[in-house]
C-alpha cells in the first residue's frame, strides 16, 4: 500500500542491509529496508488528528504513581546489535522516571563503546552501570557484575530482570533470592516451544541447571502478549505469568515537523 501511493524512494537503505545482516534479521527502528520508508519504536502507535498534527503515543498501563521505589533493572546488553529489547529498555525506564520510580539500569559493555566500568553514569537520561563483558558472545559472562550485584541488590525493593540465558540474568536472579529480594523475569520470546527448539540441547541443559529455579523463583513472569504467555506456559508448566504492554515515551509531531516529548 505504501509503494502503490507513489513517491517513495525503493533504493535499499545500505545501513540497514547492514543491520539486517549482522544483527540476528533485525532492522532497528526507525529504519527499514527501504530508504524511503520509517517504522515506528517497539510498542508505539501513530495517530493522525486531522491535518494538525500527528502524534505517537507510547501504550503504556495506567497505574498509580509509585514514588520512593527503586526498581533495579538488569539486562545483558543495550546496544543495536542486541534488537528490540535492548532498545526499548531506555525508554521503558524513563516513563517509569515520570511517575516518580527511582530505577537504575545494570548491563554489559557488549557491542558497546567502552564505558568507564562500575561507576554510575547518565545513559540516554537513565542512571546506568556497565560493566565490562569478560566471555562468551552470547551468554556475556561479568564478574565484576555479579560482585555489584551481591553488594548493592539489597538496596532495591524489586529487580526487573529481562532476558534468560545470559550470566546476567543467572547472577540477578540468584542474589535476588538469597537476599528475598521481589524479581520479574522478562524471557523476551526465547521460553516459546520455537525459541527452545534452536540449540536445544544447550538450552534444556541450562533449564535443568539455572531456568526452572530461576522462573519459579520469580514473583511474576512479565510477558508482553497473551500469545507468549500461553505458549510458554503450555510448554514449561510455569503458571504466574502476567501481560503488559511495554512502557514507551510519548512523543508529538507538529505539521511542520517539529518534534517535542510529552
Request: hydrophobic share 40%.
Amino acid at each position: 500500500a505504501l509503494l502503490a501511493a507513489g513517491g517513495v524512494d525503493t533504493d535499499i537503505d545500505r545501513t540497514a542491509l547492514a543491520y539486517y545482516m549482522t544483527f540476528h534479521s533485525v532492522v532497528p527502528a526507525p529504519r527499514t529496508i527501504l530508504t524511503g520508508v520509517q517504522k515506528l519504536p517497539p510498542a508505539t502507535v501513530r495517530v493522525v488528528e486531522a491535518v494538525v498534527a500527528v502524534r505517537s503515543r507510547a501504550m503504556v498501563r495506567d497505574q498509580r504513581s509509585q514514588a520512593g521505589v527503586r526498581v533495579l533493572h538488569v539486562i545483558p546488553s543495550v546496544s543495536e546489535r542486541s534488537g528490540g529489547p535492548g532498545m526499548a529498555i531506555v525508554p521503558m525506564c524513563r516513563a517509569l522516571q515520570k511517575r516518580g520510580v527511582e530505577v537504575v539500569l545494570v548491563t554489559t559493555d557488549a557491542a558497546m563503546r567502552k564505558f568507564e566500568f562500575c561507576q554510575a553514569l547518565d545513559y540516554e537520561g537513565v542512571p546506568a552501570i556497565f560493566f565490562p563483558n569478560q566471555l562468551g558472545e552470547s551468554f556475556k559472562y561479568s564478574r565484576p557484575l555479579s560482585v555489584w550485584l551481591k553488594q548493592n541488590v539489597s538496596g532495591y525493593e524489586l529487580a526487573h530482570i529481562h532476558a534468560v540465558f545470559n550470566h546476567s540474568s543467572v547472577a540477578a536472579a540468584r542474589e535476588c533470592r538469597k537476599q528475598s529480594v521481589p524479581y520479574v523475569i522478562r524471557p523476551l520470546g526465547t521460553l516459546d516451544p520455537w525459541s527452545m527448539n534452536q540449540k536445544s540441547l544447550r538450552k534444556r541443559l541450562f533449564w535443568s541447571l539455572a531456568g526452572e529455579s530461576m522462573l519459579s523463583g520469580a514473583a511474576a513472569v512479565h510477558y508482553t502478549s497473551r500469545a507468549e504467555q500461553t505458549a510458554t506456559e503450555d510448554l514449561l508448566g510455569v503458571n504466574h505469568g502476567q501481560v503488559i504492554p511495554l512502557g514507551i515515551e510519548a512523543l508529538e509531531e507538529s505539521a511542520n515537523g517539529g518534534r517535542r516529548d510529552r
